[in-house]
């Protein structure tokens, strides 16, 4: 059974940082890419951030470009969101996502629970 | 960045009748277009890939048709657990994009 177990948000101030994670079982981690998708309160969804299984490429919303990294330990079966710089409209539920099984099906076939981040003062 | 408009907003049904959602892109995204389902409190659930392929354990009341710009999910009838919001994505291209969702109610 695939699971996707996130963490690490929280409450914040702005100009904050945090950092998510995402620790995946029940299946091979380091062959699929990934991705964060976010949804603030009672609005729809927002694509973040996504990584390749390798590496190689990411690729970020413009809304979080420059601020957000994202990053993976294969070994550790893990997916990372920095978070740096942190604003009130980055508020929202945070999802890790495993995306499609081949390369270009970046639809999302699994998501977690989601953690939430709160920017406030 | 492509906008994807679903209509309607929200769709008031009875249990067991069928229910029809519209998802339109502002330019074609092919058959890549996804349907999802969210529950109150939990993540969303993948229903639809490719425009019509089932996802793993979606039962078959559940069809998405279309390609292009016009994408159609269809529920054949309505259960209890299938009251929710349902979302369309496009992967055709960056940035991948949502739409806004339609709320489908008792």
């Known amino acids: 059974e695939v699971q996707l177990l996130g963490s690490g948000g929280g409450l914040v101030q702005p100009g904050g940082s945090l950092r998510l994670s995402c620790v995946a079982s029940?299946?091979?981690?380091?062959?699929?890419?990934m991705s964060w998708v976010r949804q603030a309160p009672g609005k729809g969804l927002e694509c973040v951030s996504f990584m390749t299984a390798s590496g190689d490429f990411t690729y970020y919303a413009d809304s979080v470009k420059g601020r957000f990294t994202i990053s993976r330990d294969n070994s550790k079966d893990t997916l990372y969101l920095q978070m740096n710089s942190l604003r009130a409209e980055d508020t929202a539920i945070y999802y890790c996502?495993?995306?499609?099984?081949?390369?270009?099906?970046?639809?999302?076939?699994?998501w977690g629970q989601g953690t939430l981040v709160t920017v406030s003062s | 960045e492509i906008v994807l408009t679903q209509s309607p907003a929200t769709l008031s049904v009875s249990p067991g009748e069928r229910a029809t959602l519209s998802c339109r892109a502002s330019q074609s995204v092919s058959s890549n277009l996804a349907w999802y389902q969210q529950k109150p409190g939990q993540a969303p659930r993948l229903l639809i890939y490719?425009?019509?392929t089932r996802a793993t354990g979606i039962p078959a009341r559940f069809s998405g048709s279309g390609s292009g710009t016009e994408f159609t999910l269809t529920i054949s009838s309505l259960q209890s657990e299938d009251f929710a919001v349902y979302y369309c994505?496009?992967?055709?291209?960056?940035?991948?994009?949502f739409g806004q969702g339609t709320k489908v109610e008792i």
């Open positions: 994505q496009h992967y055709n291209n960056w940035p991948r994009t």
């Open positions: 996502a495993k995306d499609g099984p081949t390369r270009g099906d970046y639809y999302f076939d699994y």
């Open positions: 029940g299946f091979t981690f380091r062959s699929f890419a």
């Open positions: 490719g425009a019509s």
